[in-house]
Each structure stands twice: as structure tokens, then as C-alpha cells.
């Protein structure tokens, strides 16, 4: 029996990105889906107009997935689901804006 996260992880291992793009080369991205849940992230014009999480690990020779490079995006309640499970509370600080 599957569940979302099993049916999402072969979609990924199947080579299906969830960043959909109409130029890969130049990364102009057409539309972004959240890894877990599956949701559409809100784009506007081109920009992501809501909170992602996106993780890029490139795994090294130590691990067992040397020269293997993962990446996936969270939408902000999967993302404050995850965490919220962690033993250690995340650091999180407060940054300026700058603009
Ligand atoms: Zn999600």
C-alpha cells in the first residue's frame, strides 16, 4: 500500500522534478510543487509569492550517496510539520530585510 510520501519519493526517483521550468539553463522556473504534500506553490510572474523551503544537499564521500546531488521543496505547513518533530528545536534567528 502507498502513501502520498511513498508515491512522491518514486516520482522523484523516476527523474520527475517538481520544479517545472520554461528555461532549465537560465533557471527561469514556470511552477513549483512542494515535494511532500504535492501542493502548487503560488507563483506570480515568475516569483514564488508564498514561503518555500528548498534543500540542495550534495553528498560527499563520507556518505553513502558520494557524488549524488538531492534537492526537493517544502511548502511552509509541511515544512513547520516536519520540524516540529525534531528532538533538537531548529536554531532560528531574526534577520533584517534588506532591500
Ligand atoms: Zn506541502
Redesign the pocket.
Known sequence: MFNKLTILSYTIKGGASMRKYFNKKTGNVRSVY??????EIHMENGIITEGVFFANQNWGYFSNKDGQADSFD??E??YDSIIKNFVIPIESTTVKEYI
Open positions: 512542494c515535494n511532500l504534500c504535492g501542493k517544502l511548502c505547513e509541511c
